[in-house]
């Protein structure tokens, strides 16, 4: 007894039902397999604190589509998840929590504040990978890994002692991008630039000159010295952070600015601090920037903390972590920057030191996670020497080892990648992993190499001094520091330190560990490298190069062979989606009112190959649409069944035209289909899946199999292709797949259709003449749609057809002449090889070898048509005159918004169309 589905596709229901199926850890499990070729994916991690938000629905629905593709390929298919610690962000959730309670971290301290952290991550750490699976991600769920489980931690370490033990790990004092909101050390990455309008002051720097005294006896008189301040002389610099000046330690110009030539080392007294300071020449100063003299904080810019470098110049840091000026700003100390920054100006103007004031758009950091402004901060960090390990992940994807899909991405990473500079790795926070970095304070009261130890391991003693008096250091990795190994970490690497770590007490839970971590070693050398990273392009730097620099370095190896970026999603005016825009678009409110197959189409469906998408809750009707389609020709198919009918037993000695064409249809698609994915192009697929499902199958093949559809060999080719565009459909719409697909007659079952054998090509069922023949068919019934439409002719009228082709195809064409009928409604059809003028008819040429004419005596009145189309076509031509008019108003074309200025445009295209079309038509009657 054949099963039946609801009269209406419920995507609550069925989601609910194969979300708990896919999500039993046996269900998507890989394991090593030498009889096959393995295709592995990582996740890009989300951020523990994360929530679904459209960027993760496309990413891992992307995602989706190539494991689902690959593993019905016959490929042992990994998809790796898990979550990141998400250091700043995940800190910053708890200590708002605290301050709630009108606590801080500092409250807790360091121990009981962790505790809460970890506490936190239990309670709400899985809500991402919940929705993840509401999404429909076919991961490996016994797999799920966390960047500070104990095992990732221990990879963590050992790098952190490996680079040290290379010499690419230093610690030093240096200029980082510091948030005063996080308070912690941010790398270049994490400080994106963003453009603000501020200002460019000019300030005066009065000139401290010699006061010489003269003999009034004779001329040449010895000269006596008296340094006063000069209220006339002084050089005038430009600086958009008047408030750094209070840490100034040189004004510098360039050597060959014939303007200062003369001034370079003079002194000159700092205003407001009164400290003498020195002009210097220096190549780095741009002449064309402000006046062309610059003053010089070595402690507050990088650029200065070089220029400080090369002439000894004093460093004088006058700010607090928090952002507040300390006391080595005088009258400042205590103001916040900002603030100071206001005062700063206005004592300025009392002193008659500040010339000018200009308005001045410049790009300023800010902190990625909070968007405070950064600031140039003098600190001792933690740096990771980033050149020796760029060369071979730069050789990696100048050979094509590893290739960006699309090509574009691999100048923006190469350009990066050898302007590289070294990573700030120490983050003035608790919660990740903390440095293996230990102190001996003996050996710093000696000055012994600062007393730094780095161990994998807790040191209980000096190894130098002996000292117990040792303490570890407070800060964390850098979160990225710890997801640049998730390639490999998360399958237990390194072994070799695991084994001589073995934690079991008793010799044979000794084996077991061990036995546990070969068969992981083997894991990892089957599945690594990956196959393919599917990311966005705004962790290029972050992530992807990262990854792949630590490949080669612990692994020897790329991470991945494809990198696969997609676009950013937007809303319909081009504009980022963001909460503080409030243009953003909930997936799981999608997910609720459409459905997650309709959601995942509709984003890939737009998703061209790399680039923006641009986003409308509209755009998910279309996902719905097609859902709803799906269901309901497969119920009706379902319906039609007899018993014993499988879809795998078609007479092909008995196969009509239009069975050879749909099956000829269906292979080719799988042909393009398959092309398309191999080459990232998932719109594409996509799209040419719901063609040929929507208009193919059920606009044509449906349509006309209603003629036969009590034959059993009309319902095994229905059934046939059915069954393969669901497979064909699966990886992009995966929930109402496998539901249409449990209640269909099948000979053997897996538990879901995405363990099931993907479509095959084969060249041989695509019969090219029956394509041709199918084609002039459709364009026939096309044709005369449109006559009836032009003539006003009721769609159930019966009309009179003649068909002129050549006399090589007229016998193919009397083959279809019953299909024709049927589909058109035409009561008497004659085809002709005769060429000869048919009065009173409407033609149109399909091509070279074929004319369709409608007859249109006794159809239609022809005088009062002509007079009818002619008040028609003058109709037309006025509306076309008033959008042009519209359309050629600069006022209009400017300030409307950009979709409405489409509209127009697309609504004066279909009036010259179809003022062409009625045109044509009217001269038929002539």
């Given at each position: 007894m054949n099963q039946e589905l609801m009269p209406q596709y419920n995507p609550k229901e069925v989601e609910e039902k194969w979300t708990a199926l896919w999500s039993d850890p046996s269900v998507f499990h890989a394991t090593v397999d030498p009889k096959k070729k393995p295709y592995c994916i990582v996740i890009p991690p989300p951020n523990v604190t994360g929530i679904l938000?459209?960027?993760?629905?496309?990413?891992?629905?992307?995602?989706?589509?190539?494991?689902?593709?690959?593993?019905?390929?016959?490929?042992e298919a990994l998809w790796m998840p898990g979550t990141d610690h998400a250091g700043i962000a995940t800190q910053n959730v708890v200590e708002r929590q605290l301050a709630k309670e009108s606590l801080n971290r500092h409250d807790l301290g360091r121990k009981d504040f962790l505790k809460r952290v970890w506490h936190w991550k239990e309670e709400h750490g899985s809500t991402i990978i919940h929705q993840l699976k509401r999404m429909g991600a076919s991961c490996d769920w016994s797999r799920e890994r966390f960047t500070m489980d104990e095992d990732y931690s221990v990879a963590v370490i050992d790098v952190f002692v490996r680079l040290y033990e290379k010499g690419l790990i230093y610690r030093g004092d240096y200029i980082i991008n510091w948030c005063p909101r996080c308070q912690t050390a941010l790398a270049d990455e994490e400080a994106p630039h963003h453009e603000l309008e501020g200002n460019l002051y000019y300030i005066k720097y009065p000139l401290k000159q010699p006061h010489v005294s003269r003999s009034t006896s004779h001329a040449k008189s010895k000269k006596t010295i008296d340094y006063r301040l000069s209220t006339i002389d002084y050089i005038v610099v430009a600086t958009t952070r008047p408030e750094t000046m209070l840490g100034d330690t040189a004004v510098a110009v360039n050597p060959k600015d014939k303007r200062y030539k003369h001034l370079i080392g003079s002194k000159i007294i700092l205003p407001l601090m009164e400290r003498e300071i020195e002009i210097i020449a220096d190549d780095m100063v741009d002449k064309k920037f402000g006046t062309g003299a610059v003053k010089v904080t070595p402690a507050h810019d990088p650029n200065d903390y070089l220029v400080g470098k090369t002439h000894n110049l004093e460093f004088i840091n006058i700010m607090n972590p928090d952002g507040i000026l300390n006391a080595l700003a005088g009258a400042y100390a205590g103001m916040d920057r900002f603030e100071a920054r206001e005062a700063i100006v206005e004592d300025l103007k009392e002193r008659k030191l500040l010339e000018k004031i200009e308005p001045h758009k410049h790009a300023v950091g800010h902190c990625y996670r909070c968007h405070t402004v950064v600031e140039p901060y003098l600190s001792k960090q933690w740096f990771v020497k980033m050149k020796p390990l760029s060369m071979p992940a730069l050789k990696a994807v100048k050979t094509g080892e590893i290739k960006f899909h699309p090509k574009r991405w691999m100048k923006v990473y190469l350009n990066w990648m050898e302007n590289i500079k070294d990573w700030c790795i120490s983050r003035q926070i608790w919660w990740g992993h903390r440095l293996p970095v230990w102190y001996c304070k003996d050996c710093q009261k000696l000055a012994v190499d600062e007393g730094v130890i780095v161990s994998r391991v807790a040191p209980e003693m000096c190894p130098v001094c002996g000292s117990r008096e040792i303490f570890q250091d407070e800060d964390v990795l850098d979160t990225w520091f710890s997801s640049w190994l998730w390639p490999f970490a998360t399958f237990g690497w390194p072994f070799t330190r695991h084994t001589s770590q073995v934690t079991s007490n008793t010799s044979e839970e000794k084996d077991v560990q061990r036995e546990t971590w070969n068969e992981r070693q083997k894991e990892l050398d089957y599945f690594y490298p990956t196959a393919t990273l599917a990311t966005a392009p705004e962790i290029i730097f972050f992530w992807v190069a990262r990854m792949i620099m630590a490949g080669c370095a612990f692994m020897g190896k790329v991470p991945f062979s494809d990198v696969y970026l997609h676009g950013t999603v937007r809303d319909g005016e081009g504009r980022k989606m963001s909460k503080s825009l409030g243009n953003s678009i909930d997936p799981l409110n999608v997910i609720n009112d459409y459905g997650t197959d309709a959601l995942r189409f509709s984003l890939i469906a737009i998703a061209a190959s790399g680039s923006d998408i641009f986003l409308s809750k509209e755009r998910f009707e279309q996902g719905r649409n097609f859902s709803n389609k799906i269901w309901n020709a497969s119920r009706f198919i379902l319906m039609n069944l007899k018993e014993g009918v499988t879809g795998e037993s078609i007479d092909q000695g008995t196969l009509k035209i239009q069975d050879r064409w749909i099956i000829s249809e269906l292979n080719d698609t799988t042909r393009r289909v398959e092309k398309a994915l191999d080459?990232?192009?998932?719109?594409?697929?996509?799209?040419?899946?719901?063609?040929?499902?929507?208009?193919?199958?059920?606009?044509?093949?449906?349509?006309i199999a209603k003629m036969t559809i009590d034959e059993k060999n009309t319902q095994e080719v229905l059934l046939y292709v059915l069954k393969k565009t669901l497979l064909l459909l699966h990886p992009f719409m995966p929930f109402i797949t496998d539901e249409i697909s449990s209640k269909l007659p099948m000979k053997e079952r897996h538990r879901t259709i995405a363990l099931e054998a993907w479509p095959r090509y084969e060249k041989l069922k695509t019969d090219k003449e029956v394509?041709?023949?199918?084609?002039?068919?459709?364009?026939?019934?096309?044709?005369?749609?449109?006559?009836?439409?032009?003539?006003k002719v009721a769609p159930t009228a019966k009309i009179s057809v003649r068909l002129w082709t050549r006399q090589a195809f007229k016998e193919k064409l009397e083959t279809a002449s019953g299909m024709i009928k049927h589909l058109?409604?035409?009561?008497?059809?004659?085809?002709?090889?005769?060429?000869?003028?048919?009065k009173n008819s409407l033609s149109a040429l399909i091509d070279k070898d074929l004319q369709v004419y409608l007859l249109l005596e006794g159809l239609v009145d022809i005088k009062k048509e002509k007079e009818r189309l002619g008040c028609e076509i003058n109709e037309l031509k006025g509306q076309a005159e008033k959008k042009k008019g519209l359309l050629s108003n600069k006022n209009f074309v400017k300030s409307a918004p950009s979709e409405v200025v489409s509209k127009e445009q697309e609504r004066l295209k279909e009036l010259e169309s179809m003022i062409k079309r009625l045109e044509g038509v009217l001269s038929a009657f002539k």
């Amino acid at each position: 007894m054949n099963q039946e589905l609801m009269p209406q596709y419920n995507p609550k229901e069925v989601e609910e039902k194969w979300t708990a199926l896919w999500s039993d850890p046996s269900v998507f499990h890989a394991t090593v397999d030498p009889k096959k070729k393995p295709y592995c994916i990582v996740i890009p991690p989300p951020n523990v604190t994360g929530i679904l938000h459209m960027g993760h629905a496309l990413n891992n629905t992307i995602q989706d589509i190539l494991i689902r593709y690959r593993r019905m390929q016959g490929y042992e298919a990994l998809w790796m998840p898990g979550t990141d610690h998400a250091g700043i962000a995940t800190q910053n959730v708890v200590e708002r929590q605290l301050a709630k309670e009108s606590l801080n971290r500092h409250d807790l301290g360091r121990k009981d504040f962790l505790k809460r952290v970890w506490h936190w991550k239990e309670e709400h750490g899985s809500t991402i990978i919940h929705q993840l699976k509401r999404m429909g991600a076919s991961c490996d769920w016994s797999r799920e890994r966390f960047t500070m489980d104990e095992d990732y931690s221990v990879a963590v370490i050992d790098v952190f002692v490996r680079l040290y033990e290379k010499g690419l790990i230093y610690r030093g004092d240096y200029i980082i991008n510091w948030c005063p909101r996080c308070q912690t050390a941010l790398a270049d990455e994490e400080a994106p630039h963003h453009e603000l309008e501020g200002n460019l002051y000019y300030i005066k720097y009065p000139l401290k000159q010699p006061h010489v005294s003269r003999s009034t006896s004779h001329a040449k008189s010895k000269k006596t010295i008296d340094y006063r301040l000069s209220t006339i002389d002084y050089i005038v610099v430009a600086t958009t952070r008047p408030e750094t000046m209070l840490g100034d330690t040189a004004v510098a110009v360039n050597p060959k600015d014939k303007r200062y030539k003369h001034l370079i080392g003079s002194k000159i007294i700092l205003p407001l601090m009164e400290r003498e300071i020195e002009i210097i020449a220096d190549d780095m100063v741009d002449k064309k920037f402000g006046t062309g003299a610059v003053k010089v904080t070595p402690a507050h810019d990088p650029n200065d903390y070089l220029v400080g470098k090369t002439h000894n110049l004093e460093f004088i840091n006058i700010m607090n972590p928090d952002g507040i000026l300390n006391a080595l700003a005088g009258a400042y100390a205590g103001m916040d920057r900002f603030e100071a920054r206001e005062a700063i100006v206005e004592d300025l103007k009392e002193r008659k030191l500040l010339e000018k004031i200009e308005p001045h758009k410049h790009a300023v950091g800010h902190c990625y996670r909070c968007h405070t402004v950064v600031e140039p901060y003098l600190s001792k960090q933690w740096f990771v020497k980033m050149k020796p390990l760029s060369m071979p992940a730069l050789k990696a994807v100048k050979t094509g080892e590893i290739k960006f899909h699309p090509k574009r991405w691999m100048k923006v990473y190469l350009n990066w990648m050898e302007n590289i500079k070294d990573w700030c790795i120490s983050r003035q926070i608790w919660w990740g992993h903390r440095l293996p970095v230990w102190y001996c304070k003996d050996c710093q009261k000696l000055a012994v190499d600062e007393g730094v130890i780095v161990s994998r391991v807790a040191p209980e003693m000096c190894p130098v001094c002996g000292s117990r008096e040792i303490f570890q250091d407070e800060d964390v990795l850098d979160t990225w520091f710890s997801s640049w190994l998730w390639p490999f970490a998360t399958f237990g690497w390194p072994f070799t330190r695991h084994t001589s770590q073995v934690t079991s007490n008793t010799s044979e839970e000794k084996d077991v560990q061990r036995e546990t971590w070969n068969e992981r070693q083997k894991e990892l050398d089957y599945f690594y490298p990956t196959a393919t990273l599917a990311t966005a392009p705004e962790i290029i730097f972050f992530w992807v190069a990262r990854m792949i620099m630590a490949g080669c370095a612990f692994m020897g190896k790329v991470p991945f062979s494809d990198v696969y970026l997609h676009g950013t999603v937007r809303d319909g005016e081009g504009r980022k989606m963001s909460k503080s825009l409030g243009n953003s678009i909930d997936p799981l409110n999608v997910i609720n009112d459409y459905g997650t197959d309709a959601l995942r189409f509709s984003l890939i469906a737009i998703a061209a190959s790399g680039s923006d998408i641009f986003l409308s809750k509209e755009r998910f009707e279309q996902g719905r649409n097609f859902s709803n389609k799906i269901w309901n020709a497969s119920r009706f198919i379902l319906m039609n069944l007899k018993e014993g009918v499988t879809g795998e037993s078609i007479d092909q000695g008995t196969l009509k035209i239009q069975d050879r064409w749909i099956i000829s249809e269906l292979n080719d698609t799988t042909r393009r289909v398959e092309k398309a994915l191999d080459a990232f192009k998932f719109n594409e697929a996509v799209n040419l899946l719901f063609n040929f499902f929507w208009h193919s199958f059920c606009d044509w093949y449906l349509e006309i199999a209603k003629m036969t559809i009590d034959e059993k060999n009309t319902q095994e080719v229905l059934l046939y292709v059915l069954k393969k565009t669901l497979l064909l459909l699966h990886p992009f719409m995966p929930f109402i797949t496998d539901e249409i697909s449990s209640k269909l007659p099948m000979k053997e079952r897996h538990r879901t259709i995405a363990l099931e054998a993907w479509p095959r090509y084969e060249k041989l069922k695509t019969d090219k003449e029956v394509l041709k023949l199918m084609s002039w068919v459709q364009e026939i019934i096309f044709q005369l749609r449109f006559m009836r439409h032009d003539l006003k002719v009721a769609p159930t009228a019966k009309i009179s057809v003649r068909l002129w082709t050549r006399q090589a195809f007229k016998e193919k064409l009397e083959t279809a002449s019953g299909m024709i009928k049927h589909l058109a409604l035409i009561e008497n059809l004659e085809i002709t090889t005769h060429e000869e003028v048919v009065k009173n008819s409407l033609s149109a040429l399909i091509d070279k070898d074929l004319q369709v004419y409608l007859l249109l005596e006794g159809l239609v009145d022809i005088k009062k048509e002509k007079e009818r189309l002619g008040c028609e076509i003058n109709e037309l031509k006025g509306q076309a005159e008033k959008k042009k008019g519209l359309l050629s108003n600069k006022n209009f074309v400017k300030s409307a918004p950009s979709e409405v200025v489409s509209k127009e445009q697309e609504r004066l295209k279909e009036l010259e169309s179809m003022i062409k079309r009625l045109e044509g038509v009217l001269s038929a009657f002539k």
